[in-house]
């Protein structure tokens, strides 16, 4: 009988270093969880900041491309002025140079 007991206590004790050791290994695998998730917070914080630093790049672009736009606009109104003024000029010039024909040709 005393055997008996002994040797079921021999095998609770075995039982027992296995549970440990399965504890040991399950604690040791939630501090390597723990130890990832804190890499994947540190990850997605550098994400967010580069998102950020993206989004005002392109804010920045976005009012570049607006002003650019104007300026464009702009331009080619000037140039259309432009174009006008000439043509009238050339249009002076060719009645000045009828003008100074015929006043030639009075003589």
Do not use: P
Not at 30 to 58: A, D, H
Not at 86 to 104: E, G, M, P, W
Request: aromatic share 2%; glycine share 4%.
């Amino acid at each position: 009988m005393e055997n008996e007991i002994l040797e079921i206590l021999k095998q609770i004790q075995k039982e027992q270093v296995k549970t440990s050791e399965r504890l040991e290994r399950l604690e040791e695998g939630q501090k390597n969880l723990t130890e990832g998730q804190k890499k994947l917070e540190e990850g997605q914080k550098k994400l967010e900041e580069g998102q950020e630093r993206i989004e005002k790049k392109l804010d920045s672009v976005h009012e570049q491309t607006a002003d650019l736009t104007e300026f464009r606009t702009e331009t080619k109104e000037s140039i259309d002025n432009l174009r006008k003024d000439i043509n009238a000029v050339i249009n002076v010039t060719k009645t000045n140079c009828y003008d100074i024909t015929y006043l030639k040709s009075a003589k």
